[in-house]
Structures are given as C-alpha cells and as structure tokens.
C-alpha cells in the first residue's frame, strides 16, 4: 500500500507568533518551526498501518526551504521517503490555493491512502483533508479516531459531538486524524541516523504541474485585510479565599446577571 | 437586501442555537434564507427558522444527504449557490460544517473564511488567531464569500421573516457517496448543552486531582446550567473523555462565561477559550497565568471554593 502522509511545519505554539507587516502572512522566520502536533499522530498512524500491511510510506510537506526539519521528524519516525513541494510561487497561498498544489502533488506520485492531521495549530481551518478529497474524487474518512484497513476496503470512527460515526469506503481515500488515535513513536538514534540518508525529492511548481496563476499570496481567494495584537484584558479582580471565595465568586456572577 | 443562505445546523429535528446566532448575524447584513440538508424537518423548525428572521427555507430532507460523510451537502450548497446567486454563504464553525464549507469553496471556486468571531460591513470577518493573541480582519477576494462563524459569536435576536418553504431536490453524485455512514454511536452525554455552543463552559484541570473528583465541576456546570470541559492534563490523564478537552488540539468554545478551575492556563489552553466573553479563574498559585486573562479570580483551592460557589448559585435560584 502506498501511504502518503501529509505533515506541516507550524511555529511553535510556546514561542511568540506574528504574521508580517509587508504581506499580512505567517511570519516564518519570527518562530523556531516545529512538525504541527497532529501531524505526528498522522506519521504514527501511517506507520502503523504499513506495518500491518505492507507498503511504504511517503511524506509529503508544502513549505519553505526550513520546513526539511519537519521532513526529517518524519523520516525519523519511520517513514521511508519525502517529497518537499517548495517554491517561492507557492507563498502566501491560502487553503484553497494550497489544497490545490498539494493534490496536484498527490496526483503526480500517487496514493493508495493519503494521511493528515485534523487541523493545524498555526491556521487551525481544520478543512484541508475535506478539501482533498473533493479536489482528488476520493472518499473524504476525516476526524478518524480509528483506522481499520481489510483489503481496499476501509472504515473508521468519526468522532462527532455525539460519539462517532462509523464510515465505510474503498481506497484510494484521504484520511485525518484526531489526537488519542495513538501514542506516536519518538524517533529512535537508529531512525535519526538512517533519516539523514532517506530520499528526499524537492518539486516546484512546474515539478508537480501546478498552475502558477492558482497559487500564491497574489492568486488567494481570500486576504487579510489587516490585523493588530489583540488588546490585553483589561485587569479582572483577584481575590485570595479566606473561606468565603465562593460567595464571592458567586457575587459576582450576579453582578454580571450570570445567576 | 442581497441573499444570505444559512445552513441550518440541526439535531434530532431541533434547530441548534448556533443558527439562530447566524440568522441574526445575516439580518445585519442582508436577508436571510435558511438551508435545511438532512432529515427532521417540520412545521417546529419552519416556525423557529422564520422567528429569528429567514424570509426563505430550503429544505432538502432526503435521508440520502445524512448517509455520507459531508459532500452531499456541499453538493446542495452549490446547487443553490448556482440558482440563487447569494450574497455570501454562512455556515457554524463547526467540525463538520466547516468541512462542507471547504468542499463548497472548491465546487463554486470561491473562497473560505473559518473561525469568524464577528462579521462587519462589507462581508469583513472578526477572526482571532494565535490563541486570541492576535486579532484579523479577513475577507474573501473570489466568488461568493463563504464564512464559517463560532458559535455564540452573534446575541441571538428574534424579528420575524417570511420563512416560505421551497422543496430542493439534490440528486447526490456518486462522487459524493464515496464515504458511507454505516451508523451512528451516541455516547452517554446527559442532559448537558454541548462544548462548542454552551453560553456558559466549566473546565477543570490538573487541580482537580482525580476523575472521581470531577463530579465537583460536573455539579457547578449543572448549577449553571453549562457545559463541561477539560484542559490536556485531564485527558492525558484520562480523567475526563477526550472530546471534552478544551484547547489547541481539542475544542475552542467562545462562550459569555468561561469558568476554568484548577487550570494554569498555559498557551495551549489559552488558544482554546481566550474569545470567552468573561472569564473566572480559580487556582491555588497565585502566579498562574489563567490570572492574566480572569475577570475575576479566586487563588485558593477549588475543592474549597467550588462547592461553596455550587452552594450559593443553587441558593440564589
């Protein structure tokens, strides 16, 4: 089976992030890059789901030139090869501009079963596996908190507000999961090692028959318009309990008619 | 007054609160036209639809549209995004719908906004991003604009509108029925509201201690008639199921009053529940940061205070 799994390089949710005062888009050089949190969960699931039947699997990024850290995470863990979409034109796209480089990507090295997080901690749209599959024709198995492979035939659980749903498809599809699927792996010094000699494949645009004019900050079908440091709160009350702390909680929750 | 069509989220034949929000929210800005996809429509929901101001429903109740995973109801959206010419589209920020939103987007090339807080003249959304550190006016540039809005981002308003009934036939692709829903498993959730639309969240951290000791939050939120959620610690520790984690890589929930007990409210929880209109913090370090974003704070051990506040709410009823 010939896994893709689709992995992000965010900035670190410890460390401050900005957007750019030139274009309004992530500021990627402002924060260390870190792989988005569920990506990891995402390679753990690839890997486990070669390992009990077969295949390989292949890690797919879309980023600037630093993202090759991500790649490498990745690569670590046990996947087998990478493919590193990077281009300048690529740039500011939004989520429709990149879900359409990242299927055309896909189109071009093939899939048997395509892998992602759910949402990304940076964007945090939560739509880019949705998307996909529209782009790609294929079942749409997202929020998976359960994988289950027998032959093409696939099914997961798709955590909802209620509980799951149980859905049922043939490969190829797109699938993404949601953290708790698993407990994803540290790469071991054996897999840091064996990473540096893994194949990594770079493609730009043309690589991967993108259009140009559907990519980019200029060809987005949106834009921020502008944006500013969101006012600090202004200074609540804080009170020490001396025993009678829910009293005064609850005072003021009547005072702001909560109760 | 241009179209505005609002997909009509739904449970068990009730309109969800969240819509009410959005049709108030679409007054503002043009006249509404509710979407109804999926099984449980009746005379109930036409009323409360046409309550809170839709001049039009479409309603597309074939069980067929619930049976797979969100194309079919993209499939609709663009159906009527084709016929009608609306001004914008409007869905919940929900999981699912903000999935149908995406899927939209690329049938009608249009593009997707997610996570609006606020909606402004000129179809400019209120986004706040960064774990609410930073605050983003966004807007679609191509096609018919289509925006997913958090829950409890709009006071709900009622004004009548016409609320006239137009039957939509979808016929679902084959494309569309490529994930099959084979059943649906609802979990035990009782009688509370759920996370992502409760107007009141009680969470509970790390300080909480146990999972026997979460019936002490479980009790407030029932006082208050709110929702419970939980920070990662909880989860992690599997003291409360993961659905309830509020957070980065749980919910974000935006609601009037955020009670967070025993939670130091580091960036990842932050990011989950900054947008919350007023916010109260009760923790027994004095230095935790939850402090920074609290309307008001308690330091002192909610084994303590939470009870007394469970006590004194149910007093005051």
């Known amino acids: 089976m010939n896994i893709v799994v689709c992995v992000k390089q965010v900035p670190d949710t410890a460390t401050e992030r900005k957007l750019r005062s030139d274009d309004n888009t992530l500021d990627r050089d402002a924060a260390d890059g870190v792989i988005n949190e569920l990506c990891e969960y995402a390679v753990e699931e690839a890997l486990r789901l070669k390992e009990a039947h077969g295949g390989e699997v292949t890690v797919l990024t879309m980023g600037p030139a630093k993202a090759a850290d991500t790649i490498r995470k990745a690569l670590a863990m046990g996947a087998d090869k990478a493919v590193h979409l990077v281009d300048d034109a690529l740039h500011g796209s939004d989520v429709l501009g990149t879900s359409y480089a990242l299927a055309q990507t896909l189109k071009k090295i093939g899939f048997d079963l395509v892998v992602l997080g759910s949402e990304s901690t940076d964007a945090r749209t939560g739509v880019l596996a949705a998307m996909l599959a529209e782009r790609l024709s294929v079942p749409q198995l997202t929020f998976a908190n359960k994988v289950e492979i027998d032959g093409t035939s696939i099914s997961i659980q798709r955590v909802t507000d209620y509980g799951y749903d149980r859905v049922e498809a043939s490969l190829p599809a797109v699938v993404s999961v949601v953290e708790k699927i698993n407990e994803p792996r540290y790469p071991s010094f054996k897999g840091i090692m064996a990473a540096k000699k893994k194949p990594v494949e770079k493609l730009g645009v043309a690589d991967a028959e993108i259009d140009a004019s559907q990519v980019g900050l200029a060809n987005s079908w949106s834009e921020v318009v502008d944006f500013a440091a969101a006012p600090p709160r202004a200074a609540g009350t804080v009170v020490k309990d001396e025993g009678d702390g829910g009293v005064k909680t609850a005072e003021f929750l009547a005072s702001k008619k909560f109760v | ?317």
Do not use: C
């Not at chain 2, 109740?61 to 995973?69: F, K, L, N, Q, S």
């Open chain 2, 1 to 317: 007054m241009s179209e505005i069509l609002v997909l009509v989220e739904h449970v068990e034949g009730q309109v969800k609160k969240v819509t009410l929000e959005l049709l108030t929210l679409a007054r503002k800005l043009g006249t509404p036209s509710a979407v109804w996809a999926g099984e449980g429509y009746s005379p109930d929901a036409q009323a409360k639809l046409a309550e809170y101001g839709a001049e039009k429903i479409y309603v597309a109740d074939a069980a067929e549209i619930g049976d797979y995973v969100v194309a079919p109801k993209a499939e609709l959206l663009a159906q009527l995004v084709s016929e009608k010419s609306p001004a914008a589209v409007f869905v919940a920020a929900t999981a699912e719908a903000k999935e149908i939103a995406g899927r939209l987007a690329i049938k009608i090339d249009s593009g997707v906004l997610t996570d609006a807080v606020g909606m402004e003249d000129g179809l400019l959304a209120d986004q706040s991003i960064f774990g609410g550190g930073v605050n983003v006016h966004s807007r679609v540039t191509k096609g018919t604009p289509i925006v997913a809005v958090r829950p409890n981002a709009t006071p709900i308003e009622a004004a009548a509108g016409a609320g006239a009934e137009e039957r939509v036939t979808v016929d679902v692709s084959d494309a569309a029925k490529g994930a099959r829903v084979v059943e649906r498993v609802k979990q035990e959730k009782g009688a509370r509201p759920e996370l992502t639309e409760a107007s009141i969240v009680v969470s509970g951290g790390r300080g909480v201690g146990s999972a026997e000791n979460f019936a002490v939050i479980e009790a407030l939120a029932d006082s208050l008639g709110a929702a419970v959620g939980a920070s990662r610690a909880v989860t992690d520790a599997g003291w409360y199921p993961h659905q309830f984690q509020v957070g980065q890589t749980g919910k974000t929930v935006s609601p009037q009053l955020y009670i967070a007990a025993g939670i130091s409210g580091a960036i990842q929880h932050r990011a989950g529940m900054q947008t919350a209109k007023t916010i109260i913090a009760i923790n027994k370090d004095s230095e935790a940061p939850i402090f920074e974003l609290a309307d008001f704070g308690v330091v002192g051990d909610l084994h303590q205070v939470v009870p007394q506040l469970t006590e004194e709410i149910t007093k005051r009823k």
